[in-house]
């Protein structure tokens, strides 16, 4: 069965997570600002942003 | 960029059409009917008889009800073929109206790129394989004329008097509610120590129990040891006991039907995130991808798999695909149970309203069953979400969304829940879990 | 800390047991039954009546059913009323298990910090005032022998022959369906141009449109002139025509009941965030606090009152009532309108799908109906979701989860919805929310 990681520690919105694998970005390094600290999609794009300044 | 698709189904007909939205030239191959099993022979039509059944049983059972109605199966094998001649029809506008070609006929593989359907070779970029499964056989019982796959039961002429459903999975038990409520005797054997054996063990046996109530004959750790063909009846023969019947129906699993293409990806089409097979541009979605065998997983792979096969990088990931099956009461389980959610790492609690603490429940005349709510006693995430009880299939998509939204039991209780609504339960248990329920008592 | 509550509905009970379990000493008064007027004369017996009415209606129009079935309407009362004393026994077992002392009586102001009830004084530290609401007259027309409130409409002794439904809110569409189809003659006249005023135009548009194919006269834009009572009928003057039935029915709206509590409060008990009236230690919960008239918002007002009067801190902020009508087709509202959601300053758009392009509504007999999702362009942020539909009920939970949660149009559409399932609406709105819809045409 298609059952989630066992990734207790990430809380994430599906948007945020499908955006994060496409773009091969660590979701536990990104900050999030959604309900009680989920990542939103916003959450992704800003540090893929913040990523490519670097 | 040419995507073919093979197969009709839920994961060919959407496949088909999310390719052609994003720029593809698609052709779809289909060998029997749009909409495959789902549309054709199972969802919809199980779910088009189970709902007159319903009415009907509520009818027989309610007090306010004077006189005698009595259920006319002929006519309700109509009423259910309209309803999938009515689907179907839209599924066959949508695939047009989206510019997707169809060709009727068996796909088999071509020369290098290309499918061959009789004398025509269709030459593909990509191949998204959407064969669906088969029925699997009953070992020493093959299908015959009493021995129905679910199809034919659920298509039978006349209303058997009697059955024998070997199966206690899903569709098995679907089919006893549907029997046993429209009159029939009805026996029920699974193989497992309990009914749904892949869902959490509470669930099926309130359901065995309900069963039961119907005046089903329920038989678990029962292994069919012999079925007897005669011309008026067959005799299913179990360890300490038999049963003559009209029909013996066999809803023991299925197993993925790649057809001519294992030649190209093997029995089981092996897919990794993006759908893709491992083989040349070959993609594969639905049930001829293996287990959990659901329309909603053939449509979420479907697109995936399409996406990908239009060009696009598109993964199906971390998805949790909800259970749902439509007995009465009806069985959900999204997300993991509670031995799922610590083998996966976390410090899982649970906690469990029944269904008589719900007015609407109690509203409707039917308190039955209960819900239980698995979350991480450490953050208290929601992880999971089972319970058999009236009305329950509709509350499994919020479910779904509390457990792929990361929600929190408070989160959840403090979204305002319509009253009176079967989906105060779920909020009930949040309350519950955070330890101030207001219409259960704790523990 | 000892805290009285007055009122013993939805926001009244649930105060006491949330105050209880927080550690106060608790007296709920009230002067009629635990439950108030939801459990008792409003929402529990219009829904329990509902559901039956709902499947004697199907049974009539089901080509399977054979025979004649009749509505029993002593039946359905005594049915009803075991719903009703089922679930007030519930709610008398969790105050008691939970410690509240209830007393029964009319409560007054006492002196200073005391409510008195007969003879007693009761003195507290935080009083909730959860009195509930009126119904108000139809000016011109007091309540009398053959002008009824909802409450008396609901247990008839006889299935009445004709009536006269005055507003056409919640309350009144729901006794239209119910009394149309125990084969009532039945008249509705809305004040205002459409049924549902309150909600998006096109719910109420199209309700009206269902309610005359059961049969109901409807009326909008229509003010009563004159009600004339006579012996065995009573007679509704419009402009433009008149209609003489058996009972007037007045559903044109609840105001706050303060009762003697006025004195103290006023005549709608002006609550801030903390649910306080602004008066010494007096907080104010659910209908007697203005509207919205709804037994969710009693409860979710209750909580947050009892946790105040309790000596916590504890808000209720940001969060959309649900508004949810049990008509055939059920109407639901959640979260902002589109115009609703313009006025806040949001780029707002939305998406229709009608309830024909979902299996579920197909495969039940009822494909009708529409869901509207409303969202902000920009970033794709659900804002509201409205429908008219078979069982959308429960689906508003799901919708407002989504709404409180912010989420995308894309989170909602990632989430697998089970198959098939009304709540799948949801998902495909979503989907053309983005452009990709499989299941309907883009526009
Ligand atoms: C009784 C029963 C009830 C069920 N109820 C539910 C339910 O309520 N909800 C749910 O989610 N799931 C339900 N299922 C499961 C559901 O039917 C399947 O998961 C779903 O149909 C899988 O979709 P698919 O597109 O992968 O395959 P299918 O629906 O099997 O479609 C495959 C299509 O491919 C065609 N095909 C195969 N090979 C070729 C070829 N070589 N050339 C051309 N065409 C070909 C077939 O003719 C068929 O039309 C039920 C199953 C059964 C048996
Ligand atoms: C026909 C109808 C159908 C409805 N259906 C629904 C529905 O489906 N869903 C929904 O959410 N809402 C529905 N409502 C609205 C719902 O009934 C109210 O919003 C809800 O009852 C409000 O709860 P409450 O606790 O504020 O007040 P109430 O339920 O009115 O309770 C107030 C209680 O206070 C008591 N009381 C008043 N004054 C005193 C006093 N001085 N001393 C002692 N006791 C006192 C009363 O006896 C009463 O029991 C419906 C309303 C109507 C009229």
Request: glycine share 12%.
């Amino acid at each position: 069965e298609a059952k989630a990681e066992a990734r207790p520690e990430v809380r994430a919105m599906p948007a945020a997570r499908r955006l994060a694998k496409e773009l091969g970005l660590d979701l536990s390094k990104v900050v999030g600002t959604g309900p009680g600290g989920v990542i939103t999609v916003e959450d992704v794009r800003r540090a893929a942003e913040a990523a490519k300044r670097e | 960029m040419k995507v073919v698709v093979v197969g009709g189904g839920p994961a060919g007909y959407v496949a088909a059409i999310r390719a052609a939205q994003l720029g593809a030239e698609v052709t779809l191959v289909e060998e029997a009917h749009l909409g495959g099993e789902c549309t054709n022979w199972a969802c919809i039509p199980s779910k088009a008889l189970l709902h007159m059944a319903d009415v009907f049983w509520e009818v027989k059972n309610s007090p306010w009800a004077r006189g005698g109605v009595e259920f006319d199966w002929r006519e309700a094998q109509r009423a259910k073929d309209a309803v999938v001649a009515r689907l179907r029809g839209g599924i066959e506008k949508l695939l047009a109206a989206n510019g997707v070609e169809v060709v009727a006929g068996k796909a088999e593989p071509g020369d290098g790129r290309a499918v061959r359907v009789g004398e025509r070779e269709v030459r593909f970029d990509s191949l998204v394989l959407a064969t669906g499964s088969l029925p699997a056989p009953l070992p020493g019982a093959p299908f015959g004329r009493r021995v129905l796959d679910t199809r034919r039961a659920l298509a039978l002429e006349e209303l058997p008097k009697s059955l024998f459903i070997v199966g206690g999975g899903a569709a098995g038990v679907e089919l006893a509610v549907l029997f046993a409520k429209l009159g029939a005797e009805v026996h029920l054997a699974e193989a497992m120590d309990r009914l749904l054996p892949a869902m959490d063990k509470d669930l099926g046996a309130y359901l065995e129990s309900r069963l039961r109530k119907l005046g089903v004959k329920v038989y678990t750790s029962a292994a069919v040891e012999k079925v007897e063909e005669g011309p008026r009846s067959v005799k299913v023969h179990l360890r300490g006991g038999a049963a003559e019947v009209e029909y013996v129906v066999v809803a023991v699993g299925r197993r993925p039907n790649p057809g001519p293409f294992a030649k190209w990806v093997g029995d089981v089409a092996k897919v990794d995130e993006r759908m893709w097979t491992g083989v040349g541009q070959i993609y594969a979605a639905g049930d001829v991808a293996g287990p959990p065998y659901f329309a909603h997983k053939a449509y979420a792979q479907g697109k995936v798999a399409a996406e990908n096969a239009a060009g696009r990088r598109s993964f199906y990931v971390q998805r949790h695909v909800p259970s749902v099956v439509f007995t009465d009461p009806e069985v959900v389980s999204v997300g993991y149970t509670e031995e799922e959610a610590r083998r996966a790492g976390y410090e899982a609690a649970s906690v469990r309203v029944p269904m008589s603490a719900i007015g609407r429940a109690v509203a409707g005349g039917r308190p039955e069953g209960f819900v239980k709510l698995v979350f991480d006693r450490k953050r208290g995430v929601v992880l999971g979400f089972h319970g058999v009880g009236p009305g329950l299939s509709e509350i499994a998509a919020e479910a779904a969304l509390a457990v792929e939204f990361s929600a929190t039991v408070e989160d959840l209780a403090l979204v305002i829940h319509p009253h009176p609504t079967v989906s105060e339960a779920l909020a009930e248990a949040a309350e519950l879990a955070l330890g101030k329920p207001t219409h259960v008592l704790k523990p």
